[in-house]
């Protein structure tokens, strides 16, 4: 069973920047995708970006596309999460998740089985 632990996040300013970062247990980190969701208060959760299990493949929602950029090294079993220009909407808690099948591609919330606990950002105007 693989944990994911998520750190890194904070209260901002409006425009300030953070950095997420996961760290996963498991030799087998590789061979997944892995992906950021958030949920504010009151909504959904929400798919932000993800990253194929070679690092060749990323995909970003539109609300984040320019500002947030996902990487992950391999080596050391983390993804993370660079977030640039950051606004009030983009307020919310910050889980990262691992894809439930081996080389498998997806943006999908059900195709993620293996989650964080999740870590606050905070932006305030």
């Known amino acids: 069973q693989v944990q994911l632990v998520e750190s890194g996040g904070g209260l901002v300013q409006a425009g300030g920047s953070l950095r997420l970062s996961c760290a996963a247990s498991?030799?087998?980190?590789?061979?997944?995708?892995m992906g950021w969701f958030r949920q504010a208060p009151g909504k959904e959760r929400e798919f932000v970006a993800a990253?194929?299990?070679?690092?060749?493949?990323?995909s970003y929602a539109d609300s984040v596309k320019g500002r947030f950029t996902i990487s992950r090294d391999i080596a050391k079993n983390t993804v993370g999460l660079q977030m640039n220009s950051l606004k009030p909407e983009d307020t919310a808690v910050y889980y990262c998740?691992?894809?439930?099948?081996?080389?498998?591609?997806?943006?999908?919330?059900?195709?993620?089985?293996?989650w964080g606990q999740g870590t606050q950002v905070t932006v305030s105007s």
């Open positions: 990253i194929a299990w070679s690092g060749s493949m990323t």
């Open positions: 998740a691992r894809s439930r099948q081996l080389y498998y591609y997806s943006t999908l919330l059900s195709e993620y089985g293996s």
């Open positions: 498991g030799r087998t980190f590789s061979t997944y995708t």
